[in-house]
Nanobody
């Protein structure tokens, strides 16, 4: 099991940028696929982006394509989510997730085994 801690959330205005980080501990993440999910109040947790073990493959949900970028630094046991051109509808708690698998397992929360506690992102209009 790997422990995940997100950081970098905050309150921003529409059009601003944020960079989320997720630091892993307990195990090296080099053999893990990693993902970001988000959950808005009253809504189900939804997939945002995922990255394969070496970063060669990335997947994004349609609503963030061209605005968000997922990346990883295995040497620092960290995965990032660069979020540009933020919109009010991006407001949510953002969660980091991990799966001991080299390829992206999918876009369903149930396909990931380890989760962080989340970081709040609020985008005002």
């Amino acid at each position: 099991q790997v422990q995940l801690v997100e950081s970098g959330g905050g309150l921003v205005q529409a059009g601003d940028s944020l960079r989320l980080s997720c630091l892993a501990s307990g195990r090296t993440i080099s053999n893990y696929a990693l993902g970001w999910f988000r959950q808005a109040p009253g809504k189900e947790r939804e997939f945002v982006a995922a990255i394969s073990w070496r970063g060669g493959s990335t997947v994004y949900t349609d609503s963030v394509k061209g605005r968000f970028t997922i990346s990883r630094d295995n040497g620092k046991n960290t995965v990032f989510l660069q979020m540009n051109s933020l919109k009010p509808e991006d407001t949510a708690v953002y969660y980091c997730a991990a799966k001991l698998l080299k390829v992206v397992p999918g876009t369903s929360p149930g396909q990931y085994d380890d989760w962080g506690q989340g970081t709040q992102v609020t985008v005002s209009s």
